[in-house]
């Protein structure tokens, strides 16, 4: 039988610090700026993929280096930083190679068409929108802010599988590692889920006035990953 | 490990990777997958009834994600049999392509069929001379994916399993290939018709190009445009993620102390860094080289 309780109150840490790594997962995929189906027809501003999808990819980049960096060494500190970069290199690849594409395949200039100013290039937006569309390209404010969101999902991502390796429990480590990192991937998709309905398909980053609902979402991130790491922790930590 | 076999492994990885971005968008292009895809879905409803193949088993990060996890697994289980990692490799890859072609397949079928009120033919001969290409893009992306998942796993020692490394990577470059690749297709090719860099208004949405350089076009003609730079961009950029992530714990070996760990963290922002200048040059280049859209009004009116 399974000492449920006692597993709880032993790893009431761990169950608190894979919360938090959730919720910053959550506020994360609101910075990054996904243009989602109209994105991808040059319609939108901002990366031509889903929101899912597209933090998913940055998070789980971010979660294989955490992993490798894991294997080198004990120390939370930089496995949680490499996570974090690993994330925002991916992103950052991708919002680059977009650019191109944007740029030399399409022939559009960035522009977002949120807002008439770039909040941090000061560049003026709504002449460079043409006709008819929402804006197209990632403009500076949204690349950046697309690398601080992966950056945050990594992190969050990385420190959920940090602290699922820290219970205690009879496996065989690569046992352990498999599920641990499973885990960590199911709780990085309820997190990315979430944020997705506030967002509705488009995004441009933090100065889109859709950036201002993520209260909400982070809430609903807290709550679902609080119950769902308190399963993990006594699912792992029971056998 | 050597840093010297160790930067091999990881340019060997690198190559793999930037072949998977690649053949991954062409696949998408050639069976019309993922966002574009809701154009060549909304044109028979347009009364644009078309000869493009019309598949979109999923978006493109599950359905990479669901090829490559089947292929890691087969090749896995083939290898506690005994069997050589090649020969593995290789018979994961053919199961995940049967298994993609057989998704492709059933979803022409059925996204074309659903379209009957439309006027939408269901080609067969389309489907004879495409799902063999989706298959064969399918193989080479699988393949490619499991190879560096393979060196990740038994020579660079990483923790985590095959198919779950698969998996992962799976997901990457169909976020990716969704990201840049697939622009290239949904926002260059399929509106041929207005006038390159005009930008494409929301009211031409489902009037795709139907005709080809010769005959009516198909998934085929998309492809060998895309090949000329949607497809290998993808690549670039996939081949980018795994060989700069994979870079910077290489050069900077954090099993050798602490410090180096750090250095590498440092090394990675670094490279963030550069590609938001080089982010920032191109959109200050096109903004010169292509102009305003529209006049400032407010000028205008002073």
């Known amino acids: 039988m399974i000492d449920i309780v006692g ?14 790594g959730g919720v910053l ?16 027809m040059a319609q939108a501003t901002g990366v031509g993929t889903g929101t899912v999808q597209l933090a998913a990819g940055a998070g789980l980049t971010g979660l294989v280096t955490a992993g490798f960096m894991m294997n080198a060494t004990d120390s939370m500190g930089l496995v949680v930083a490499s996570g974090t970069v690993g994330a925002m290199i991916m992103i950052a690849v991708t919002m680059l190679v977009g650019q191109w594409l944007y740029v030399y395949g399409v022939g559009c200039p960035p522009a977002s068409a949120k807002v008439k100013y770039d909040p941090i290039t000061k560049d003026r937006q709504d002449l460079y929108v043409s006709q008819g569309t929402e804006g197209h390209g990632i403009p500076t404010a949204s690349f950046i802010s697309g690398v601080i969101g992966a950056g945050l999902g990594g992190l969050g991502g990385s420190m959920i599988y940090f602290y699922l390796l820290s219970i205690e429990n009879g496996l065989p480590e690569a046992d352990f590692i498999g599920i641990a ?5 199911g709780l990085f998709f309820v997190n990315a889920v979430i944020p997705s309905y506030n967002i509705g398909g488009t995004i441009e980053g933090f100065h889109d006035p859709k950036f201002k609902r993520f209260p909400k979402a982070v809430f609903a991130s807290l709550v679902a990953t609080f119950l769902a790491a308190i399963m993990g922790v006594v699912a792992i930590g029971g056998m | 490990m050597e840093p010297l076999t160790s930067m091999g492994v990881l340019a060997l990885m690198g190559a793999a990777a930037t072949i998977a971005g690649a053949s991954e968008d062409l696949e998408s292009d050639v069976g019309s997958q993922s966002n574009p895809n809701s154009q060549v879905q909304l044109a ?19 359905s990479n994600a669901l090829m490559c996890a089947i292929g890691g697994t087969t090749a896995s289980v083939l290898m506690t049999t005994g069997a050589s990692p090649i020969l ?12 993609h072609g057989t998704y492709s397949v059933t979803s022409y079928f059925g996204r074309s069929a659903s379209q009957k009120r439309f006027k939408q033919p269901i080609y ?6 495409h799902t063999p290409v989706i298959m064969g893009y399918a193989f080479i992306t699988t393949f490619c994916i499991l190879v560096v998942s393979y060196l990740m796993v038994a020579v660079m020692a990483h923790p985590f399993s095959l198919p779950l490394l698969a998996f992962i990577w799976g997901i990457a470059v169909g976020a990716i290939g969704s990201s840049t690749g697939d622009v290239h297709y949904g926002a260059e090719r399929e509106f041929q018709n207005v006038e390159f860099g005009s930008g ?10 139907r005709k080809a350089e010769s005959g009516l076009r198909n998934g085929i003609d ?19 993620v795994v060989f700069l992530s994979g870079w910077i714990t290489v050069v900077f070996d954090p099993s050798i102390s602490e410090v180096m760990g750090w250095e590498s963290i440092i090394a990675g922002v670094a490279m963030v860094l550069l590609m938001v200048m080089w982010n920032r040059k191109i959109e200050v280049d096109a903004r010169n080289a292509f102009g305003p859209y529209k006049s400032d009004e407010e000028e205008v009116a002073a």
């Open chain 1, 7 to 20: 597993i709880i109150a032993d790893d009431f840490l761990n169950i608190l610090m894979i919360t938090f």
């Open chain 1, 25 to 40: 997962i959550s506020l994360g995929v609101h910075l990054v700026p996904v243009g989602g189906a109209p994105a991808a």
């Open chain 1, 181 to 185: 990192s499973i885990f960590a991937i």
């Open chain 2, 44 to 62: 028979p409803q347009m009364m644009y009834p078309h000869r493009i193949y019309n598949k979109a088993v999923s978006g493109e990060p599950p």
């Open chain 2, 88 to 99: 593995a490799l290789i018979i994961g890859s053919i199961v995940a392509a049967a298994v």
């Open chain 2, 124 to 129: 067969l001969d389309l489907i004879r001379s």
């Open chain 2, 200 to 209: 494409l208004n929301a009211a031409n949405s489902g009037n795709i190009v």
């Open chain 2, 222 to 240: 998309n492809s060998w445009f895309c090949a000329k730079f949607g497809g290998p961009a993808t690549g670039i950029a996939f081949g980018m």
